[in-house]
């Protein structure tokens, strides 16, 4: 299986911050990688496939990058709905694990 | 608009079962793959299993695997997983996720997700 490793696991920011979440794959999973935003109480949000396509109706402040094993979500420039937790998945092979999540909380 | 809803999650005792149920509508369900993700309360999400469109493969977690099923009615729009003998580990709320198409291509991700059902196992 595929694991996922994420860092930091947990973040404190401002509004404004350009901030940085990195995912890494256990073994090559080309860019099939997504990132997902999650709030309190709500499901996942689709926000970024095949590692660095946004998904439409996404706010253009979030980019993400990387192939093969290495991965980055960035938020450019953090606005106060963007406190959230937020996960990678690889779906190169199942099963389809998640990372174990980064929560980004207001500094 | 694009909707899935859960149905079916509850209390229940070690050991006993549940159907849980996914109703689709907005889109074309049958051109679709479909997934079950869970999370633990407090925890992160973990993928589940997952059901090409026509329902011919099947793809599970090592954790269920032998426990779950998941499976489909493309002519009612809907999606089931099938738990039993289940575990306090499995307590969760249980989400179903379509594929993520761009065009006509599978990009692996999760683009619509329902809002979930709890299944809670205590004695």
């Known amino acids: 299986d595929i694991q996922m490793t994420q860092s930091p696991s947990s973040l404190s920011a401002s509004v404004g911050d350009r901030v940085t979440i990195t995912c890494r794959a256990s073994q090559n999973i080309d860019n099939y990688l997504s990132w997902y935003q999650q709030k309190p109480g709500r499901a996942p949000k689709l926000l970024i496939f095949?590692?660095?396509n946004l998904q439409s109706g996404v706010p253009s402040r979030f980019s993400g990058s990387g192939s093969g094993t290495d991965f980055t979500l960035t938020i450019s420039s953090l606005q106060p709905e963007d406190f959230a937790s937020y996960y990678c998945q690889q779906s190169y092979s199942t099963p389809n694990n998640f990372g174990q999540g980064t929560r980004l909380e207001i500094k | 608009q694009v909707q899935l809803v859960e149905s079916g999650g509850g209390l229940v005792k070690p050991g006993e079962s549940l159907r849980l149920s996914c109703a689709a509508s907005?889109?074309?369900?049958?051109?679709?793959?479909m997934n079950w993700i869970r999370q633990a309360p407090g925890k992160g999400l973990e993928w589940v299993a997952h059901?090409?469109?026509?329902?011919?493969?099947?793809y599970y977690a090592d954790s269920v695997k032998g426990r779950f099923t998941i499976s489909r009615d493309n002519a009612k729009n809907s999606l089931f997983l099938q738990v039993n003998t289940l575990r306090a580990d499995d307590t969760a709320v249980y989400y179903c996720a379509r594929d993520h198409l761009e065009g006509d291509v599978v990009t692996g991700a999760l683009d619509c997700w329902g809002q979930g059902t709890l299944v809670a196992v205590s004695s």
């Open positions: 095949a590692a660095s």
């Open positions: 907005g889109f074309s369900f049958s051109y679709y793959s």
């Open positions: 059901i090409t469109a026509s329902g011919y493969d099947r």
